[in-house]
């Protein structure tokens, strides 16, 4: 139940770039170098991601104004784990998944289910809704950190 990307690295470029485009949006070095971290640290806090941007040469202020576009573009989401909010990219890049947050270590394990997928089809019927999107956040203990048998 592990979540992979689900196309390389130079796919998941292409990508991006074509949807920059079609957007009628620049591709600049930046806005490429703050994906590609995205890619590879997906998900992170705006802090972290702003760290590791200013290794490659962008401020701080260029992270702020391209998240900004990004999720105007709907090409990253936030999402709540614990009490962080983290930055990811959308599913467009990788596969449809959920978050558990280990409330004693930190660790985050991104996973899928289809029996929940299922579930949550069933109760949009049962409450005669339309379902645009959502995120599931589970909190507990991953196995590292568990003490004895389930």
């Not at 890619?39 to 401020?59: I, R, T, W």
């Not at 280990?102 to 049962?126: H, M, V, W, Y």
Request: proline share 4%; net charge positive; aromatic share 8%.
């Amino acid at each position: 139940m592990q979540y992979y990307m689900h196309m390389k690295s130079g796919n998941l470029d292409q990508e991006f770039i074509k949807r920059l485009k079609e957007r009628g949006e620049r591709v600049t070095s930046p806005r490429l170098a703050i994906f590609r971290l995205l890619v590879q640290h997906n998900p992170l806090p705006m802090g972290k991601l702003s760290f590791y941007a200013k290794e490659n040469g962008v401020d701080t202020v260029t992270v702020y104004r391209t998240i900004f576009l990004f999720k105007r573009l709907s090409l990253v989401q936030e999402v709540g784990v614990g009490s962080q909010r983290l930055l990811e990219l959308t599913d467009g890049f990788g596969s449809h998944h959920h978050h558990f947050w280990c409330s004693r270590c930190g660790k985050i394990i991104d996973f899928d289910d289809p029996n929940l997928e299922l579930a949550l089809r069933q109760a949009t019927k049962s409450l005669n809704i339309t379902l645009v999107s959502h995120q599931l956040e589970m909190i507990g203990l991953c196995p590292d950190c568990r003490i004895g048998p389930v």
